[in-house]
């Protein structure tokens, strides 16, 4: 089993989404992150004053995959989250080694 943990842009996530609906992946979570890299970070104008904000407002996805899926997945995110500019985002997959569903008590990819 994997663990697919995506950080992409805001203005990207309905993309990805729907991209990952297309393939049957209906259920996943997601939170707003904020970080700090590369790309220019957001000003704001206010009265004539610009403030810099200081960081990057993003998505972080987390998807638990089988193993024979998650290439797929992997290549559905990378394909609707790019727009080819400094700050896209990072997928990162890691090995599930157990995994337990709370509500059946199944466990590993009877838990998926």
Do not use: C
């Not at 000003?43 to 004539?48: A, K, L, N, S």
């Amino acid at each position: 089993m994997k663990k697919i943990e995506a950080i992409v842009r805001s203005s990207k996530f309905d993309d990805v989404k729907n991209a990952l609906s297309d393939i049957h992946v209906d259920f996943f979570t997601f939170m707003e992150v904020k970080g700090f890299g590369k790309q220019k970070t957001e000003h704001i104008v206010y009265r004539g004053a610009v403030y810099d904000v200081g960081y990057i407002a993003r998505m972080k996805l987390e998807i638990y995959s089988t193993d024979d899926a998650y290439e797929e997945i992997v290549k559905i995110i990378l394909n609707s989250a790019k727009t080819g500019e400094i700050g896209d985002g990072k997928v990162i997959v890691t090995d599930i080694t157990e995994m337990w569903s709370v509500r059946l008590g199944t466990k590993n990819e009877s838990a998926l």
